[in-house]
């Protein structure tokens, strides 16, 4: 059974940084296609960045172009979400999901087309 485990949500200034790591067990990272999605209060999910076995395939939500990095280490079975500049928007629980994939160049921006989920951490931006 996959299992995906988030780690390095917190409260941030705006403007500030943070790193979300998010940890795939269980089966062949390698194999996945990966991705970060977003809820805030009152607010549906959100895909916020996704990206394909290879790091050049990625997508981003409007809202975080320029700010967010969505990156993975295949050899640590890890994707990473480096996040800039931070706004009080950004406020969120935030997810990270796995989607198994043949074709290493694809990515998913459906939210439904994810198949595992991490429990979420919580990412606040406020002063």
């Known amino acids: 059974q996959v299992q995906l485990v988030e780690s390095g949500g917190g409260l941030v200034q705006p403007g500030g940084s943070l790193r979300l790591s998010c940890a795939l067990s269980?089966?062949?990272?390698?194999?996945?296609?990966m991705a970060w999605l977003r809820q805030a209060p009152r607010k549906g999910r959100e895909l916020v960045a996704a990206?394909?076995?290879?790091?050049?395939?990625?997508h981003y939500a409007d809202s975080v172009k320029g700010r967010f990095t969505i990156s993975r280490d295949n050899a640590k079975n890890t994707v990473f979400l480096q996040m800039n500049s931070l706004k009080p928007e950004d406020t969120a629980d935030y997810y990270c999901?796995?989607?198994?994939?043949?074709?290493?160049?694809?990515?998913?921006?459906?939210?439904?087309?994810?198949?595992?989920w991490g429990k979420g951490i919580q990412v606040t931006v406020s002063s």
């Open positions: 990206i394909a076995w290879r790091n050049d395939n990625t």
């Open positions: 999901a796995s989607r198994k994939s043949l074709d290493s160049t694809r990515l998913f921006t459906d939210t439904r087309e994810y198949d595992f």
């Open positions: 269980g089966d062949t990272f390698g194999s996945y296609a």
